[in-house]
């Protein structure tokens, strides 16, 4: 219970500052407790603590930065989240408060145990993404803004594990990216790690993968934009960029 507890203190903090990111998982019925910016140092040996350590809510501005693998610093979590191949996963975060641009859910092998992976070696695949569903850049509604409710309760995202997935250690890593700051795009990445379980025997190709930092960069259109320049704002459709994603 003192989790849960730990939980809300952190959700009010980051309410108050106006960014935020992956606090809890969920899958199926039963919650996985995240890492808090603002909870107790403690925390990093605990031995719940699924995801990978994050020291502020605070956005990452560069496509460049290494910390955009698994926030700042990403050292490893102590245990893992157990899930099946076709299961579901809901990555639980404060009331987001964000509206515009897309989320990614990758996941990268981590050919072993997680607790010794360096994500500078990560192959990572996407297995999800969430973009604009209809409408404008600008103002349209975007899953991020959909997401978002407004209302003071926390926001879940949910992607599904590709059910003929191989069983392994893996990272999940869920990626929002806001771009309500004109050419100034603002990542908010958190990862955790998952003990697949299953009988799958699928693993994607070289086409499916993306080195992070590397997938993104200034020179693309789709991150390096004015959404108030009625030129690109007014438009209907926006690509989201990397590779495409495996669903199995
Ligand atoms: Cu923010």
């Known amino acids: 219970m003192w989790q849960a507890v ?11 500052s106006a960014h935020g990111g992956a606090l809890n998982y969920t899958v199926g019925e039963t919650w996985y407790p995240g890492y808090d910016p603002y909870g107790p140092e403690d925390q990093v040996t605990a031995p719940w603590t699924v995801q990978r350590k994050w020291v502020t809510n605070e956005p990452i501005f560069e496509a460049n930065n290494i910390s955009l693998a698994c926030n700042t610093p990403g050292t490893p979590a102590v245990t893992s989240i157990p899930i099946n191949a076709g299961e579901n996963i809901t990555a639980v975060y404060g009331s987001w408060v964000h509206t515009v641009g897309p989320m990614v859910a990758w996941l ?50 949910t992607e599904q594990i590709p059910a003929s997935l191989r069983p392994g250690n893996y990272l999940v890593r869920h990626e929002i990216i806001s771009l309500h700051s004109a050419n100034k795009p603002q990542w908010y990445p958190e990862c955790a790690h998952l003990e697949v379980k299953g009988t799958g025997t699928k693993f994607p190709g070289k086409e499916f993968m993306a080195k ?34 495996w669903t199995g």
Request: charged share 20%.
């Open 6 to 16: 730990a939980s809300v203190v952190g959700f009010l903090v980051h309410q108050v």
């Open 108 to 157: 990268a092998d981590c050919g072993g145990d997680c607790r010794d992976f360096d994500t500078t070696n990560a192959d990572w695949f996407k297995i999800g993404e969430k973009g604009l569903l209809w409408g404008t850049i600008v103002d349209g509604m975007w899953f991020q803004r959909q997401f978002g409710v407004w209302d003071g309760t926390p926001s879940s995202w």
């Open 212 to 245: 992070i930092p590397g997938v993104y960069s200034m020179n693309q259109p789709e991150i390096n934009l004015d959404i108030y320049d009625p030129a690109v704002g007014e438009r209907t459709t926006y690509t989201i960029p990397g590779p495409p994603v």
